[in-house]
């Protein structure tokens, strides 16, 4: 059973960069997309970007000025950075697996933006 | 972008009952609709794509159907773990998005 596991500082100063890392385990990296999506506290879901394991990417275009997503397949691991951070990205950010739907998600991570 | 438009926004509902929820779209998305249930600190669980596929281990009390830009949820008859938050999803044209929700309480 493919299990993805979000990793990274729950707490990120305004204007600096916001660094997550997913872990996929059970399964390999090696195929299929893997996605981001974030969920302000209370509000709705918003798609950020996927990466494919060739390292192809994909991003929302009101964020794509601020976002990164990298792959480490040796890690079976897949990264977001998001610069510039205000208190708008905060939300609970998950990561998942798929290109059109997402089958397996992360349990997801709080990070707060705030001095 | 495509906005995805849940009704109601809240259902109220007994156990037993059927819930019939609706998912509409902005402009066509074809077949490329997802449903989701999210329950309080969860992450949301597939369990419809492409319409009408159920994912994997989704019990059969739930069904999708519609395409273009009309969707329906349908749960048959609601358990009591059935309560809880569904989104839809399309991606169909990028940027994937997702609709505001509709949550179905117990009456």
């Known amino acids: 059973q493919v299990q993805l596991q979000e990793s990274g500082p729950g707490l990120v100063k305004p204007s600096e960069t916001l660094s997550l890392t997913c872990t996929v385990s059970?399964?390999?990296?090696?195929?299929?997309?893997w996605t981001w999506i974030r969920q302000p506290p209370g509000k709705g879901l918003e798609w950020i970007g996927y990466?494919?394991?060739?390292?192809?990417?994909n991003y929302n275009p009101s964020l794509k000025s601020r976002v990164t997503i990298s792959v480490d397949t040796s890690k079976n691991q897949f990264s977001l950075k998001l610069s510039s951070v205000t208190a708008a990205d905060t939300a609970v950010y998950y990561c998942?697996?798929?290109?059109?739907?997402?089958?397996?998600w992360g349990q997801g991570t709080l990070v707060t933006v705030s001095s | 972008e495509i906005v995805l438009t849940q009704s109601p926004a809240i259902l109220s509902l007994s156990p037993g009952e059927r819930a019939t929820l609706s998912c509409r779209a902005s402009?066509?998305?074809?077949?490329?609709l997802a449903w989701y249930q999210q329950k309080p600190g969860q992450a949301p669980r597939l369990l419809i794509y492409d319409a009408s596929n159920r994912a994997t281990g989704i019990p059969a009390r739930f069904s999708g159907s519609g395409s273009g830009t009309d969707f329906t949820l349908t749960i048959s008859s609601l358990e009591p773990e059935d309560f809880a938050v569904y989104f839809c999803?399309?991606?169909?044209?990028?940027?994937?998005?997702f609709g505001g929700g509709t949550k179905v309480e117990i009456k």
């Open positions: 059970g399964g390999s990296i090696s195929t299929y997309y």
């Open positions: 990466i494919y394991f060739t390292g192809s990417t």
């Open positions: 402009q066509s998305v074809s077949s490329y």
């Open positions: 998942a697996r798929g290109l059109n739907s997402y089958d397996h």
């Open positions: 999803q399309q991606g169909s044209n990028w940027p994937p998005t």
